[in-house]
């Protein structure tokens, strides 16, 4: 069976100057397999997953998601494939503050006839089908859905960012420390509500995470100070381009950030829409 990702000879740097941040010989993931990634904070986990949607191109290498090349895709098919196929929970959420938790998660429907068609089928409404989601993660609160998302917790984001992810079942799913501010309980729903719907569907899941209580649940662990062959300093800051997209003041994480808001406005922009300006891609040798 040909695998759902497939990296080869993939090399990434940040910066034309900088070192390779992500040396990677090769890498394969199954359909419907459980990935758990790990690695100490910087050595390259968001990265990855930026280069497993789209977002960010290598200089090197190559890139296979659901058999499409990544990157010899053109911008706007690229960004065509990720809103059909990939549904992808930030480090740090990309809610859109005006939207309130309904529109926030039937998001990926508006941009994607495909995940829209595969969300009616489970459910008569999208919004029925977004409280579906909502419900399995303690979210249904009539009073609470009235509530624009930016006046919710960062646990509550959290969840809402992880159901607007599922909508439309996309065949993979990416998850970026998805579980970082959530209690016990609500942990346990969240993985039980990912796992099901990952196995109902037969999606394939990538899930970075810190958490080393989680790491048995998966069908396989990724080290990736192991599988990658890059030596970079992580104390050492880097220079940051001048094309770098501002990113909103409190969001204090910049890499992360800017990496983060790339991402939502690729994920969220429909095909021709601004995405493509917002894309910052790294230089190709
Ligand atoms: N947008 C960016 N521009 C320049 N360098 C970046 C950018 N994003 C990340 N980096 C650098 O790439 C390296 C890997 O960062 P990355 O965010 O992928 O780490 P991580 O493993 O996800 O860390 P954490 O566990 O803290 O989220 C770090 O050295 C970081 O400084
Ligand atoms: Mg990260």
């Given amino acids: 069976m040909t695998p759902v990702i497939r990296l080869h000879e ?46 960010n191109l290598p200089q090197q290498g190559r890139i296979e998601v659901l058999r499409q ?34 529109d926030n998660v039937t998001l990926p429907a508006r941009f994607s006839h495909r995940r829209r068609q595969r969300a009616l089928a489970r459910s008569p409404s999208l919004t029925a089908e977004a409280q579906r989601l909502l419900a399995h993660l303690d979210l249904d609160q009539p009073g609470l859905l009235r509530q624009p998302v930016s ?30 501010s959530l209690d016990t309980d609500r942990r346990r729903a969240f993985i039980e509500l990912l796992f099901a719907e990952c196995a109902e569907m ?5 899930f970075v ?17 192991e599988l990658n062959r890059a030596v970079h300093h992580q104390s050492a800051p880097m220079q940051r381009s001048a094309s770098e997209p501002v990113v909103a003041p409190e969001l204090t994480a910049p890499s992360a950030a800017a990496t983060a808001t790339r991402a939502t406005a690729a994920t969220v922009a429909a095909p021709g829409m601004p995405a ?8 190709r040798p």
Avoid: M
């Avoid at 990634?37 to 497993?52: D, M, R």
């Avoid at 493509?276 to 230089?283: I, K, M, N, Y």
């Fill in 151 to 180: 006046e919710l917790s960062i646990g509550q984001q959290q969840r809402v960012a992880a159901a607007r992810a599922l909508l439309g079942s996309p065949e993979l799913l990416i998850a970026d420390e998805p579980t970082s």
């Fill in 209 to 225: 995470s810190h958490d080393p209580s989680l790491e048995g649940l998966f069908d396989r662990t990724l080290r990736l100070p």
């Fill in 69 to 102: 090349p990544l990157d010899q895709l053109s911008p706007a098919v690229r960004d065509r494939f990720r809103a059909d196929h990939i549904g992808y929970i930030f480090q740090l959420f990309n809610l859109i503050p005006y939207l309130g938790i309904i």
């Fill in 10 to 55: 993939l090399r990434f740097r940040w910066c034309a100057q900088g070192p390779d941040i992500l040396a990677i010989d090769a890498l394969e993931v199954s359909a419907g397999e459980r990935l758990f990634v790990e690695g100490p904070s910087g050595s390259g986990k968001s990265t990855l997953l930026g280069l497993l949607a789209g977002v």
């Fill in 276 to 283: 493509e300006q917002s894309e910052q891609q790294p230089p």
């Fill in 202 to 206: 037969g999606s394939t899941l990538v």
